[in-house]
Antibody, heavy 118, light 110 residues
Framework: EVQLVESGGGLVKPGGSLRLSCAASGFTFSSYSMSWVRRAPGKGLEWVSS????????YYADSLKGRFTISRDNAKNSLYLQMNSLRAEDTAVYYC???????????WGQGTLVTVSS | QSALTQPASVSGSPGQSITISCTGTSSDVGGYNYVSWYQQHPGKAPKLMIYDVSNRPSGVSNRFSGSKSGNTASLTISGLQAEDEADYYCSSYTSSSSGVFGGGTKLTVL
């Protein structure tokens, strides 16, 4: 059974940093691209970033470039999102999702809540 | 990337059919047959309902179907049931080799 479990969310002050993790199991992690998608309170889903299976291709939403960094460790079956210079508008539930080429998300984690507030 | 355009809400009675539209541009919806649809119940993770415009994943009811014409994709739910009440999102591959979601549609089953 495919499982994606996010962790690392919490309350952080504006300008702060947070690192999200996603532990994957039930499939060959190193064979799949992975993504982060978020949903802010009262808003819709927003694609954040994607990384290919070997980390050779990385993409970010235009609004996030330079602040967020996606990475993965195939030996640990884990996906990460380093978030720096956080703003109030980054407050959201962040989901880890498996990306099937070229573009659909077939499995999702339950999400981790990030709250940016002073 | 600009979000794809979906109606904010749609509603229908049990047993009826409803259609949710998703309008983009030739750089996303119109340019590729890579539109997908997701269902999200409150407090739950999104669930893939349709991929590559009209394909249903294993386990998804055949009451759900997808189509596309030009820059607009559509999700049709037939035989509406109470458990179909949820938020629905479309998504498309884009010319930037990334993706974009629609703004979401709240489906109410009357």
């Amino acid at each position: 059974e495919v499982q994606l479990v996010e962790s690392g969310g919490g309350l952080v002050k504006p300008g702060g940093s947070l690192r999200l993790s996603c532990a994957a199991s039930g499939f060959t992690f190193s064979s799949y691209s992975m993504s982060w998608v978020r949903r802010a309170p009262g808003k819709g889903l927003e694609w954040v970033s994607s990384i290919s299976s070997s980390s050779s291709d990385i993409y970010y939403a235009d609004s996030l470039k330079g602040r967020f960094t996606i990475s993965r460790d195939n030996a640990k079956n884990s996906l990460y999102l380093q978030m720096n210079s956080l703003r109030a508008e980054d407050t959201a539930v962040y989901y880890c999702a498996r990306l099937v080429a070229p573009y659909h998300f077939d499995f999702w984690g339950q999400g981790t809540l990030v709250t940016v507030s002073s | 990337q600009s979000a794809l355009t979906q109606p904010a809400s749609v509603s229908g009675s049990p047993g009826q059919s409803i259609t949710i539209s998703c309008t983009g541009t030739s750089s996303d919806v119109g340019g590729y047959n890579y539109v997908s649809w997701y269902q999200q119940h409150p407090g739950k993770a999104p669930k893939l309902m349709i991929y590559d415009v009209s394909n249903r994943p294993s386990g998804v009811s055949n009451r759900f179907s997808g189509s596309k014409s030009g820059n607009t994709a559509s999700l049709t739910i037939s035989g509406l049931q109470a458990e179909d009440e949820a938020d629905y999102y479309c998504s498309s591959y884009t010319s930037s080799s990334s993706g974009v979601f629609g703004g979401g549609t709240k489906l109410t089953v009357l």
